[in-house]
């Protein structure tokens, strides 16, 4: 693994991690809550997003119209044994959704699993890291790379690892700060 590859993959693992945390609930209505459902539509699991518009008309609602009316019961039913939590209103054309505020044990908990998401990112990245060092130990025993080299490659990717560790805290610390306000 070279050390562009080893970045791309690690970079990739953040993104990951970014992804996930914006399926965490905040205080106020976003349509990347709604990223996960799948809805069985004509015995496919499609993604939601694929199946209707999403939008927030106000920051406590969430507006589903689906492109296919034939659709919105198998939308609603998808959205109600999620583990998200909300209760879908239908009105025959639209699915909204009311994101009600949280409550301090609620945030807490989504800090909780918040800081799962970035513990499974940073789980990815060391994994990155130690299958570029074995290449890189593999290489040395070959005789293809001296054990000076051998040592500066590690130390790059050691370097590049704390990098996007730090970049995931970030990031994670950024979520808490934004579950925890009221």
């Known amino acids: 693994m070279s050390n562009k590859e080893v970045e791309l993959t690690m970079h990739k693992s953040v993104e990951a991690a970014k992804r996930n945390f914006n399926t965490i609930r ?42 296919d009316l034939s659709s919105l019961s198998l939308i609603e039913k998808a959205i109600s044994i999620s583990d998200l939590g909300f209760t879908p209103n239908n009105d025959g054309k639209v699915i ?21 998401y970035a513990e499974e990112g940073k789980v990815s990245l060391r994994n990155t890291r130690r299958d570029a060092i074995e290449k890189i130990k593999r290489s040395e025993k070959a005789g293809e790379i001296s054990e000076d080299q051998s040592r500066d490659e590690q130390e790059k990717v050691q370097k590049l690892t704390d990098k996007f560790i730090v970049e995931i805290e970030k990031h994670l610390s950024d979520k808490e700060a934004d579950i925890l306000k009221v």
């Not at 209505?29 to 008309?57: C, Q």
């Open 96 to 116: 909204r959704i009311n994101v009600p505020p949280l409550t301090e044990e609620r945030r807490k908990e989504f800090c909780k699993i918040a800081s799962k």
């Open 26 to 67: 905040t205080g106020r209505a976003n349509t990347a809550l709604l990223d996960r459902i799948n809805v069985e539509y004509y015995g496919a699991e499609t993604p939601l997003k694929s199946l209707a518009t999403l939008s927030t008309p106000d920051s406590q609602t969430i507006a589903i119209q689906p492109f």
